[in-house]
T-cell receptor
Framework: EDQVTQSPEALRLQEGESSSLNCSYTVSGLRGLFWYRQDPGKGPEFLFTLYSAGEEKEKERLKATLTKKESFLHITAPKPEDSATYLCAVPYQAGTALIFGKGTTLSVSS | DTEVTQTPKHLVMGMTNKKSLKCEQHMGHRAMYWYKQKAKKPPELMFVYSYEKLSINESVPSRFSPECPNSSLLNLHLHALQPEDSALYLC???????????FGDGTRLSIL
């Protein structure tokens, strides 16, 4: 059964305190892994797509990496505005739909 | 601002009402999706349209009826909903199936 698991469920950081979020997956024939950010009351905002092990993508203070079994979202020197829920998702049913992890809720305090 | 526009932003309806949710995108995307999201949960897929044809119906009750009038528009018709149907309803689109999906900000639906 295809599954996506994210950890931790919640993460509290001080401004400037770097950390990583984890997304592990069990999907046969990975067709990409997507990272999203979701603010309260908003729809998920697309961040990155990763397609193959060893691939890395960066955007401002965020860097996403992919191995054969998991992906990491590294947050370097976070700011309060980085506070949000971060979701990872993988395509299933021959790529027709996405299965989401339960998300990591990040809180960054100044 | 997102490139997927959903209306209305909020909707309160009784269990006997009929209403519709609307979604519009002008990115030329050929796949469109409806998701349901409950508080502190990830989005759950409801329907997938590809090239204006229904590809997936994730065993959604018939009180939810999707419609794709053209490649830019997606509707979700609601009838005789239950209180447990209260949720955030999200629309998304992608260039094609399997491509990254771009979401609207959703319609917050409350059933009295």
């Amino acid at each position: 059964e295809d599954q996506v698991t994210q950890s931790p469920e919640a993460l509290r950081l001080q401004e400037g305190e770097s950390s990583s979020l984890n997304c592990s997956y069990t999907v046969s024939g990975l067709r990409g892994l997507f990272w999203y950010r979701q603010d309260p009351g908003k729809g998920p905002e697309f961040l990155f797509t990763l397609y193959s092990a060893g691939e890395e993508k960066e955007k401002e203070r965020l860097k996403a990496t992919l191995t054969k079994k998991e992906s990491f979202l590294h947050i370097t020197a976070p700011k309060p505005e980085d506070s949000a829920t971060y979701l990872c998702a993988v395509p299933y049913q021959a790529g027709t739909a996405l299965i989401f992890g339960k998300g990591t809720t990040l809180s960054v305090s100044s | 601002d997102t490139e997927v526009t959903q209306t209305p932003k909020h909707l309160v309806m009784g269990m006997t009402n009929k209403k519709s949710l609307k979604c519009e995108q002008h990115m030329g995307h050929r796949a469109m999706y409806w998701y349901k999201q409950k508080a502190k949960k990830p989005p759950e897929l409801m329907f997938v349209y590809s090239y204006e044809k229904l590809s997936i119906n994730e065993s959604v009750p018939s009180r939810f009826s999707p419609e794709c009038p053209n490649s830019s528009l997606l509707n979700l018709h609601l009838h005789a909903l239950q209180p447990e149907d209260s949720a955030l309803y999200l629309c998304a689109s992608s260039q094609d199936l399997g491509q990254p999906q771009h979401f609207g900000d959703g319609t917050r639906l409350s059933i009295l």
